[in-house]
Structures are given as C-alpha cells and as structure tokens.
C-alpha cells in the first residue's frame, strides 16, 4: 500500500505522531524546516534529524506523491501543470504570476460533483476527494519547480479554485490551509489565501466560525434563482436567499471583504438589466463585496455559452459602477495554455480514453 504525504500533517500533529512513536516533539521543528525551508525531497537528506528518526518516518510516510505528467509555460509565464497521484489520477495546479507575487491555483477533488452546466470540472464526476497531503504537496511540487531555476521566487498567493468543491472536502482543505500558513513553514498569510466555493450554506457558516482567516470568494454567477438555478444546478438545493443569509452571517462574524464571481456568459446573465438587479442583490453589503466579473473561458462540451463581448463586459462594468458596487474585472492568465480550469485535464483525460478505444 502506497504510504501517505508527511506534507499533510500540521506542526501539531507532527509533534503529536513523534510522542506517540517515542520521540521528543522537538523534534517535529526540525523536521518542518527540512521540508518547508530546505525543501527536502527525501527523508535521509534530513541531516539534522537523527537517523532513528528518519528511519521511522521513512517506515510510515513518503514525502513527494505527486508526480509531474505534463508542464506547459504560457507566453505570459503562467504554468500549468498536471499532476499524476499515485493511484493514477491526474490532477491540475496553475501558477500565475501577478504583479502583487506569485499565486498558485490549487485542485481539492479528483473531478467535481456540483455539476454546474458552464465548466470542464463538473464534466467529470468526482472519484474522490485529495487528502491535506495531497493539496499541500501541489504547492511544493510547484515550489521545487522554481526553487530549481534558482531565481529565488516564492510562492506567495493561493488560490483553491482548480479542481473540485472546496467545502466538500472540508476537513482536507482545512488542514491544508493550516499546513500553509503556519509562520514556521511555507508562511503564506490567510490574507494571500482565497477559498471559493459554489456557494454549499451549511459550510460557509461553519467557515465563519472558524480560525481559518482566509478570503473567501462565492461563485454567484447570477442575479436571481431562475437564472442561477439554470447555470447552477446546486441553487435548488442553496437558493440565493439562504445564500445571501450565510454571507451576511459571514460577514458579521469576521468584518472581511467578500468576494462574489460573477462569470460573464453571452446573453445568459450579461444584459443591463442584470447587471442592475446584481446591484440590487449586493444593496447593503457592498461596503464589504466585491463583484469580480470573470470572462468565460468556452469549454468545447458546453458550446451552448459564448463569452461576451469586450462592449457587454464593459457596459456591466460600468451599472456596477453606476450603481456604487465595488467590481473588478478578472485578468486572464495563460490563454494560450487551455486556461479554462479544468480544461487540460478532461482534454488528457478524454484523449487517454480515445487511445485505448482505439487499442493504440
Ligand atoms: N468549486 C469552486 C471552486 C473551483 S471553480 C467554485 O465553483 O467556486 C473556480 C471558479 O472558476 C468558479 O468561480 C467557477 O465558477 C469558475 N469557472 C468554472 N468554469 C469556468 C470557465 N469555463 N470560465 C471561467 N470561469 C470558470
Ligand atoms: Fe465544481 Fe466549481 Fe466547476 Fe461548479 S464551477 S462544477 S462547483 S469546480
């Protein structure tokens, strides 16, 4: 049986484990340097660990899971990688570099059970969720990539908005963060990490009470329930009012910005009229949102969504704007590179598929 990442455990449960195998918990510190400040990839190269300990470790964990398929490198020095778990399933990572620093967009599930009608994700059912180990072990792999060009860049946003349904996998994602933003390792501030989520009530609230700290981003998508229910088959389930009502939870109990996504798909939810009923929708909360309008990447299964034109994205800016909303519009990293999330996956995926129907 394959053996889990030691990148999944947080400091304190590493001290833990080391007391529960009979070593001192000082130790886990050194430890946590070799991986997160070293980078080590291999348990004997820990050379401050005495080598009992190591031993063990090495017994019971490995440190690398995930293995490199595929890299491509867009013009404007986006990467996107594809990942290989050690059961075969190929995940996706993205790196993108802004001026503000380097952010890394991360995969929570192996495919995506909310099934909304506009993206590649949903287009393959979820097998499974990631462990902790697993979405930490996506930042590092993208981490060692740049530690070996030897420019000295760090990793310093995150993003969980690739693959899968954060608060679906809500234990995993949470230990992830705590892996990540602990000052002792990697560092990166719950202010640089921003969640999405397609909007599951239960778990936003449960997000709220919380110590997490992280932005959170809502794929709102829509201004009323029949068109969101249309685009986003989890509105039955989360319409918009309960929706609105965990946010202004949310809000209350962490005094935080917000974001809400609004994908921008042609005809659908692009006109003047939605754009003023969004404004109407955000009324008292928009001190605290911000509308981050998102221009669709078309995904070849869905060609029933046109992205809107650079006037209509343009025209929307500017009601919000009217209309006092705070918006902003997503600058599109990658666009060579099958930018769409999810895309390069499903296309690996589908065209593996057609290599052994075809017995080649
Ligand atoms: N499942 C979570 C996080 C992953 S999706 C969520 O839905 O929020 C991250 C963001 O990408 C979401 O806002 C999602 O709606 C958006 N997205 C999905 N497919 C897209 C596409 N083809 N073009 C542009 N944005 C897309
Ligand atoms: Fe899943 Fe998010 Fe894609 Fe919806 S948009 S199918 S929730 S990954």
Known sequence: MSKPSIYGLTLDQL?????????????????????????????SAMTEVKQECRDLLAEHFAIETLE??????????????????????????VLMRHKFGLSVCVTTQVGCNIGCSFCASGLLRKSRDLTSGEIVGQVMKVQLHLDRRQRDELVTHI????????????????????????????????????????????KIREFADSDLGTNLAISLHAPNNEIRTQIMKI?????????????????????????LEYILLRDINDQPEHALELAQL??????????????????????????SSKETITAFYDTLKKNNISCSVRLEHGVDIDAACGQLRSKQIRSERKRVAEGN
């Open 235 to 259: 509105n039955r389930a989360y319409p918009i009012e309960p929706l609105m009502e965990a946010i202004d939870y949310y809000l209350e109990k962490t005094n935080r910005r917000i974001t």
């Open 159 to 202: 993003v969980v908005m690739g693959i899968g349904e954060p608060f679906d996998n809500f234990e995993h994602m949470s230990n992830f963060i705590r892996v990540i933003r602990d000052h002792k390792g990697l560092a990166i501030g719950p202010r640089h990490i921003t969640v999405s989520t397609s909007g599951l009530v239960p």
């Open 68 to 93: 490199e398929h595929t890299r491509q490198e867009s013009a404007d020095g986006t990467i996107k990688f594809l990942f290989r778990l050690q059961d075969g399933n190929l995940i996706e990572t």
């Open 282 to 307: 955000v009324g008292s909360r928009r001190n605290l949102a911000n509308v981050n309008l998102i221009p669709y990447n078309p995904v070849d299964e869905h060609s029933q969504y046109q992205r």
């Open 15 to 43: 001290a833990a484990w080391l007391a529960e195998h009979g070593h001192k918990k000082s130790r886990a510190l050194q430890i946590w340097n070799a991986l997160y400040r070293e980078r080590v990839t291999e348990f």
